[in-house]
């Protein structure tokens, strides 16, 4: 292998943690950003998307996407279809121009578990059909400008990644403060289940796929013990010492935050078949675990 990971979105939330990981374990780390420049450890040095070169690297990881936690606008989903798909088509256009030789040896693409649709009670592994929706099809999308990459001699590994809970991290900050402020409550039915995943072990996961060659393909990149939104807001309120709010109605998430809202609600029991069976070790495989670390 290589000794060169180039990371897109190095300067995110999922992605900041993994440099220094890396650098650990004796490589060294390109971190792609529209800016050119950042400031994340482990990161040697930094070029925007228009100047990455992946002649001979080890890895890309692709970590690359515009937030979605915002009401999706007609302008929005561009940005979230350009950030993804656009860019993880870049990143084929520059991996098909080199010569076989000089190809990277894995490309590990992020992907997320909306791919799934709303799954219901249904247990979802890697090998369920993609669901219906705006984001099932996003996703989609974005896997599919991500596989040709197999064809060109390329390890391909899709990151269905779940709700990622980790100091710093968007939605675990706004939760919490949420949680906090005592007006926490479980959304819509609460029935709907909540695939998440704490970010140590999400960090990890990627390492782990990087390094074992027999994984490709779609990886859900959850925890063991998906949780009903209803069971994760009664713990989180425990954790945090405070009662649980009044359930936040269906109707009302969907008015407020569109088709966001409708997200929020759907039900995605993703189990990690793909890591679990290649023998990973989960850190925080139960919510309570991830909880106890992340609130205290
Ligand atoms: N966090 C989660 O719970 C979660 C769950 C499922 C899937 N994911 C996916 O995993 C990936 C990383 O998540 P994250 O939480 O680390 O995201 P993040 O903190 O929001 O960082 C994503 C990175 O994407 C780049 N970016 C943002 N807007 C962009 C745009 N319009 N065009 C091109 N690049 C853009 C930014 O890099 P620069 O500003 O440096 O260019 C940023 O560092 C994303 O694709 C996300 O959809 C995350």
Known sequence: MG?????????????????????????????????????????????RPDAVDLRGCAAVINLAGAPIDQRWTEARKKEFHASRVGVTEDILARIAALPAAERPEVLLNGSAVGFYGDGGD???????????????????????AALPAEALGVRTILLR????????????????????????GRLGSG??????IHVDDLRAAILFCLRERGISGAVNGTAPEPETNAALTRKLAKAVGRWEFLPVPGIALKLLLGGFGGFLLASQ?????????AGFRFHYPTLDAALRDLTT
């Open 122 to 144: 249904a247990v979802l592994s890697e090998s369920v059909p993609m669901g219906v929706g705006y984001l099932a099809e996003l996703c989609d999308d974005w896997e599919k």
């Open 3 to 47: 000794k060169r990971v180039v990371i897109y979105g190095a300067s995110g939330f999922i992605g900041s943690g993994l440099a220094g990981m890396l650098v650990k374990q004796g490589y060294e780390v390109v971190g792609v950003s529209r800016k050119g420049k950042g400031s994340v450890e482990g990161v040697s040095a930094w070029v």
């Open 161 to 184: 990644t779940g709700v990622v809970l980790g100091k710093g991290g968007q939605a675990f900050e706004k939760l919490i403060t949420v949680f906090k402020l005592g007006i926490g």
């Open 269 to 277: 029991r993703a189990v990690p078949m793909k890591l679990t069976g």
């Open 191 to 196: 029935k709907q289940w909540m695939p998440w």
